[in-house]
């Protein structure tokens, strides 16, 4: 395996009003001139498709949200479907990964949404998916709770690769769940947003929530936040909603410093160089999964199916969901080769 190649971690707006359709065009379109320009990892936002859902509950207009809600439903995704499947052919042209975020709805339920992000191999084929566990702040009245059995690592051509969405980055059990199985690419999905004039900015929080899980695990992390320029943000036609998107795209060494970036109030695609022959340097300060750990002392058990609330059973029939919980076994969560199987 070379220990060099290059990420590119895309900062452009999804075509709006929703639009899945277009923006997994727009997908397409990025991916493949990031492949052009010699990137072989290429990611993109939270919930890239169709949109963030950066609006709040109107109850001066709560017919108007619930048309909001329902438009981003129906321009929600099924993990794998058709949309990926599209992504995945040009991950397969180009011979890339590509990572996006990703507002996913379930098949048989037309209102249980996630908060996804998906991994695609170069084979064109979906890596796996992982839902957001602790949706954020308004995103509670949107999206499902996942689960577990999306923290994996996965081993690639390019080295082992993983990924978190948003303020998952601010739960240390979260990050260590990947640290943990040796991480070492890490995709952080952003909003890049908000930045209320009036109150609170995630300016800062990306910036060093970022640094701090490359410092933290000794890894690289390709950070792709979202900006969506004033001029379009209207088209949407959301009512409520906010557009204070600033960005913060970026590529960071293990050192916690900026290979690429960040890049803010703009579109565009950050590229830099990746050489895993930085990370055993790193390590020679501080090494959390080896000279650093004590697990003997203290150790991370990760339950993947714990916080799922439908499964169907077997006996009874694909017809007949039940809400059984059936994550008591407490396990380590597996790493994966790029085909999603277990080691």
């Known amino acids: 395996m070379d220990s060099r190649l290059t990420a590119a971690a ?24 990031a492949a052009d320009n010699g990137a072989e990892l ?6 890239f498709v169709p949109m963030y859902p950066n609006w709040s509950i109107d109850l001066q207009d709560e017919a108007k949200w619930a048309e909001n809600l329902r438009d981003l439903t129906y321009n929600a995704i ?75 690592v996965y081993d690639t051509r390019l080295g082992r690769l ?41 300016r800062g929080v990306i910036d060093v929530a970022s640094r701090a899980h490359a410092l933290e695990g000794q890894c690289f992390v390709i950070s792709s936040s979202l900006y969506v320029p004033p001029d379009r943000a209207e088209a949407a036609d959301l009512g409520n909603a906010s557009w204070t998107f600033f960005g913060g795209s970026g590529i960071i060494g293990p050192d916690g410093e900026y290979v690429a970036g960040p890049l803010y109030d703009e579109e565009g695609v950050v590229y830099g160089e990746i050489d895993l022959g930085l990370i055993p340097l790193r390590k020679a300060a501080i090494d959390t999964t080896g000279r650093d750990s004590a697990p003997a002392t203290i150790s991370l058990n990760v339950d993947p199916e714990s916080y799922s609330g439908i499964r169907w059973s077997k006996e009874a029939g694909a017809n007949r969901p039940h809400g059984k919980l059936d994550g008591h076994a407490t396990t380590e969560a597996p790493t994966r080769d790029h085909e999603g199987a277990e080691r």
Not at 18 to 33: G, N, S
Not at 42 to 47: N, T, W
């Open 42 to 47: 290429v990611v993109f936002p939270e919930c």
């Open 10 to 33: 895309v900062q452009i707006a999804p075509a709006l009003p929703f639009d899945k359709v277009a923006t997994v065009d727009r997908i397409r379109e990025a991916t493949a001139e």
């Open 78 to 152: 099924r993990i794998p479907g058709p949309e990926t499947e599209s992504v995945g052919r040009v991950a397969r042209e180009r011979g890339v990964y590509v990572v996006f975020g990703a507002n996913e709805v379930e098949e048989r339920y037309d209102g249980l949404l996630y908060n996804s992000l998906v991994f695609i191999g170069p084979d064109g084929e979906v890596m796996g998916k992982h839902r957001k566990l602790f949706p954020s702040n308004r995103e509670k009245v949107f999206h499902a709770r996942g689960d577990a059995s999306g923290l994996n």
């Open 162 to 202: 993983g990924g978190l969405i948003c303020y998952e980055h601010l739960q240390p059990l979260l990050k260590y769940a990947l640290i943990g199985q040796g991480e070492q690419i890490h995709c952080a999905s952003w909003p890049g947003w908000p930045e209320f004039p009036t109150g609170r900015s995630n």
